[in-house]
């Protein structure tokens, strides 16, 4: 089985297109992806989100919400990640940014022995729309630099798409600390001190309005995550890979 965890921050106007698109696409990919179960992780919003996910649910995708009272996309992904149970994970955002044949394109790779697949807009292949203006691009070139010396040979830590082992995700979710937007390199730090294999994806990545980061509020705060994370994560060191368990191919199609 496959679990996907949805983030969601007063998201009650753009999560719902996210769910039906996403039942669409499983629909149709039913034989690739066998059964598919969506966690949307209202964290603490002050409209519908909760509402809407429920509305969201049905037999061809069920959707259940998960409440994570503590604000920050890393605190919700955290608390979507513990929750869940399947031998294949993955998070995505709820704005639905990453074009989802990226499913697919996991998990062949998954099949193929990587335990994390992220999807990547700075490999090549991947084609991106963005309305990002100077100063934002800017300041993403030089936070992906720094990210780049936490995980070094990963292109790009931010993206919104990454499908982890399922074992393996809820062990490095448990030792997750940083709650803002840089969990992910905290994240993909601490999958490597476990032994993952990361391979990067190239994907389809359009701009959707709405963004709950702003540079001029949260700028700041996540290159201070950063430093945190240097700091708290400067002993964890990586192991031998760990092998794929061979019981995840055969389960996971259930």
């Known amino acids: 089985m496959l679990q996907i965890v949805i983030p969601a921050y007063n998201e009650e106007r753009r ?4 769910l039906r698109e ?3 696409h499983v629909t149709s990919h039913r034989g690739v992806l066998g059964r ?3 966690l949307v992780v209202d964290n603490a919003s002050t ?4 509402e809407v996910a429920r509305a969201a649910d049905s037999t ?8 994570c009272a503590r604000r920050g996309k890393g605190a919700a992904v955290r608390a979507g990640l513990l929750a869940t149970d399947a031998d294949l994970v993955c998070f995505m955002d709820a704005d639905g940014t990453t074009d989802l044949d990226a499913i697919e394109a996991a998990w062949r790779e998954v099949l193929m022995g990587a335990d994390v697949v992220i999807g990547s807009r700075a490999v090549a292949g991947s084609r991106t729309e963005a309305r990002h203006c100077r100063t934002r691009s800017l300041g993403a070139a030089a936070y992906r630099r720094l990210a780049g010396r936490l995980v070094p040979g990963i292109a790009d830590t931010q993206c919104g798409f990454k499908v982890f082992r399922g074992s393996l995700a809820r062990l490095a979710a448990r030792r997750l600390e940083t709650a803002g937007f840089s969990f992910d390199v905290e ?7 476990l032994g993952a294999e990361v ?14 980061f702003v540079p001029s509020r949260h700028g700041a705060a996540a290159f201070a995550e950063l430093a945190r994370i240097a700091w708290r994560c400067r002993a964890v060191e990586r192991p031998e890979p760990v092998a794929a368990p061979a019981v995840l191919l055969a389960g996971s199609r259930a």
């Open 36 to 38: 598919v179960e969506v």
């Open 199 to 212: 391979h990067e994806i190239p994907v389809t990545w359009t701009d959707v309005p709405g963004s709950t």
């Open 187 to 193: 994240l993909l730090v601490r999958l490597r001190g």
């Open 15 to 18: 999560l719902p297109r996210t």
């Open 47 to 50: 409209d519908r989100t909760a």
């Open 60 to 67: 061809a995708l069920p959707v259940r919400v998960v409440r």
């Open 22 to 24: 996403l039942r669409r």
